[in-house]
């Protein structure tokens, strides 16, 4: 089973998870429709490491922010939401 260390819980499994989206789909909500389709619709799916936001939904509801490899799933940074250097 593949664990996720939660900055607040520690090593938790997998499926309390759960994936929201890249962080660079996030946008303004009163955004102009081109910019929501844009951001939402229209990105690039690259291979390799991907910056993504998670929340620990079955957990301590915290939203995080991880570094996961598109490719091996290997996560290789997570913070809490906010926490970015
Ligand atoms: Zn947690």
């Keep these: ?3 996720i260390l939660c ?3 520690g090593p938790r499994a997998l499926p309390e998870f759960s994936f929201d989206r ?3 789909a996030i946008t303004r909500s009163d ?3 081109a910019t929501l ?3 939402l619709f229209e990105r690039d799916n690259p291979r390799g490491p991907s910056r993504e ?3 620990h939904t079955y957990g301590c509801r ?3 922010t991880l570094t996961r490899d598109t490719a091996t799933h290997e996560i290789s940074d997570i ?4 926490g970015e250097a």
């Design 1 to 3: 089973m593949m664990l």
């Design 31 to 33: 955004a102009d429709t």
């Design 53 to 55: 936001l998670w929340r």
């Design 62 to 64: 915290s939203w995080l």
């Design 37 to 39: 389709v844009k951001t």
């Design 79 to 82: 913070r809490p939401l906010g």
């Design 22 to 24: 890249p962080v660079e």
């Design 7 to 9: 900055p607040y819980c």
